[in-house]
């Protein structure tokens, strides 16, 4: 028989360390293919080419050199790391791999080019800039029309005019081909005005709105043109993939969240359910865009009156079109296949101009003042419910009427409000339907708080601009913060906060009845009251007694 040749020992060594060393080559190779940085800004996929890379760096670095605040603060990002990465960088694969193994169904670039619109009020230049190259690298060169820059009143008073020239040098022969439109404005106009007026100037067919610090991924449009293009009142988001303002990393959003709002008209993420067959890769209808970054046929944005032109600097405009669109024959979807990674700020990097009311802050003011522009508009009777949660939004002057937004209602026969809660939102309306009464509890001129810093329960003014809205869950009987806190009562009679219970025990200690305008705490029969003013205790019920009348803002049943 033929015997299995055997290797000596030092020879199975050798082999080893051989092997191990290939393998480590080849970890390396891939690392460095892969590497998710690209510090060497220009020596991936060249702007132009390879032989000028070198060149273009240095004016990367002579162009940045002129962001004229260094501090993070400012920009509420790493600003250091930002001008380290360079102007583009290779991002990390997050759509599902099918996204990039099938082809997609496009129009021809003359029925569906881009123009992309841009405000930025203070951005830094190289977040700036890789927001724009990389726009610039990853779209199909056909099908983006125009881009256009709003800079809403920045400090840095040479950066258009260096930018245009950094583009000309650097894109050279394709910015022939491709519109760009600087826009500056002199005195602060904010967000919304400054998106409307990229948006009148536009030309392309679909237009895009995109943040300022941003990084689109690849193959971006083809996915979100595809759906767009089935529907001509069909909106699109792309899925946002968040980046971490500190480290600057690209991680990959979820796709199992749709957008929505409350009845404050906050922007909240939802989490669907997957239909039956549906994967977590298909586009899916969403009540509200993911955030504000959207595009739409131009002509569609502008016959439903593009963002609302009242709104002021920042906040709520997409919600806003997201009613309207919805309302009036539109749809939204979010398309988990274009990628667009977008940094998520911890705090505002910008002030808001300084409103007319002392007690609340400017950003509050503003977005108070947008939301109830916003209400009057399209929430019809529902806005009540607005008025209940934000009561201080009723003395918010607002110096316009709503005859235009009532006109194109009419135009275009958009349904009612409760439309949307039927169709298209029924978080919204279950929120709704599980309420008997909401907003703030009044007792005579003041108002029960949990007072956020010790979870204190005190009377406050019910101007507070954080006064808390209670909700009284029409089945349970319980009375619940906004944080699902729960009142209860305790050991000896006390009253206290604690977590709303769902099992039957718990529960029972926090039902409370209604006796007219009194709280009857359905275990103990002791009424909720408020004897010194400042603190409550229970008691028992007197039916006269005005310590012990509460009232809501809002009563569902009330008709
Ligand atoms: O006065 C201003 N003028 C501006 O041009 C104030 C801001 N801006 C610019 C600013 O430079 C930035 O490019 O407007 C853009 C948005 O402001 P951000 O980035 O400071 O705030 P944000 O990321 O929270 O913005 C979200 O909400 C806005 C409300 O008006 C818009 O809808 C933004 O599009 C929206 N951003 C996103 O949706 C990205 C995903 C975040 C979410 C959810
Ligand atoms: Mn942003």
Redesign the pocket.
């Known amino acids: 028989m033929f015997a299995p040749r055997k290797y000596s020992r030092p020879r199975r060594c050798i082999f080893y360390i051989l092997a191990f060393v290939i393998c480590q080559l080849f970890f390396v190779f891939l690392f460095i293919r892969n590497g998710s940085y690209d510090n060497k800004a220009f020596s991936h996929q060249p702007l132009h080419h390879e032989s000028e890379s070198r060149k273009h760096f240095l004016e990367y670095r002579e162009f940045i050199s002129k962001t004229p605040q260094r501090s993070e603060d400012f920009y509420q990002y790493n600003l250091h790391l930002s001008d380290s990465l360079g102007v583009i960088r290779k991002l990390p694969l997050t759509k599902h791999t099918s996204c990039t193994t099938r082809s997609y169904n496009l129009p021809p670039p003359w029925q569906s080019d881009v123009s992309v619109v841009?405000?930025?009020?203070?951005?830094a230049r190289s977040m700036l800039l890789r927001t724009i190259v990389s726009l610039l690298r990853r779209t199909p060169e056909e099908y983006l029309h125009e881009l256009i820059l709003?800079d809403?009143g920045s400090q840095d008073v040479t950066l258009l005019d260096d930018l245009r020239r950094w583009m000309e040098e650097v894109f050279g022969g394709r910015m022939d081909r491709l519109g760009l439109i600087l826009l500056k404005n002199q005195k602060?106009m904010?967000?919304?005005w400054?998106r409307n007026k990229g948006a009148s100037l536009a030309e392309g067919h679909y237009v895009l709105?995109l943040?300022?610090?941003c990084e689109v991924n690849d193959g971006w449009l083809e996915p979100l043109l595809e759906r767009l293009e089935l529907n001509p009142q069909l909106a699109v988001s792309p899925l946002?993939d968040p980046i971490d303002p500190t480290t600057l990393s690209y991680r990959k959003g979820n796709e199992l969240l749709k957008g929505g709002f409350d009845w404050s008209l906050h922007?909240h993420w939802l989490k669907r359910q997957l239909a039956k067959k549906e994967l977590p890769e298909m586009a899916y209808k969403s009540p509200a865009f993911?955030?504000?970054?959207l595009m739409m046929s131009r002509e569609w944005f502008l016959q439903l009156g593009s963002f609302n032109s009242q709104l002021k600097?920042?906040?709520?405009?997409?919600i806003e079109l997201a009613i309207k669109l919805w309302l009036c024959g539109g749809q939204i979807e979010i398309v988990p296949c274009s990628r667009i990674g977008?940094i998520?700020?911890r705090l505002?990097?910008?002030d808001f101009p300084p409103q007319l009311d002392q007690q609340l802050s400017p950003a509050q003011e503003t977005y108070l003042h947008n939301s109830k522009i916003i209400a009057e508009s399209w929430l019809d009777e529902y806005k009540n419910m607005f008025y209940a949660l934000r009561p201080v939004a009723r003395r918010i002057p607002l110096d316009h009427t709503y005859d235009e937004m009532q006109r194109l209602r009419r135009e275009r026969q958009c349904q009612p409000f409760e439309w949307y809660l039927r169709h298209v939102s029924p978080e919204l309306r279950i929120h709704f339907d599980e309420l008997s009464a909401t907003g703030t509890l009044r007792n005579e001129d003041r108002c029960l708080h949990a007072r956020q810093s010790d979870s204190q329960l005190i009377l406050a003014s019910c101007y507070l601009s954080d006064i808390t809205q209670w909700r009284m869950l029409r089945t349970s009987g319980q009375l619940s913060t906004q944080r699902e806190l729960c009142l209860g009562v305790g050991h000896r009679m006390g009253i206290t906060l604690q977590p709303c219970g769902r099992n039957e025990t718990t529960r029972n200690s926090q039902r409370w009845l209604r006796l007219g305008t009194h709280f009857l705490h359905a275990e103990t029969h002791l009424c909720l009251d408020n004897p010194l003013k400042e603190r409550l205790e229970m008691s028992t019920c007197r039916s006269h007694a005005v310590s012990q009348s509460f009232q809501f803002a809002l009563e569902m049943d009330a008709s």
């Open positions: 841009i405000s930025f009020h203070n951005e709003v809403d602060r904010g967000l919304i400054s709105f943040d300022s610090h946002l922007f993911a955030g504000g970054i600097i920042w906040g709520g405009e997409s977008h998520f700020r505002h990097a910008f």
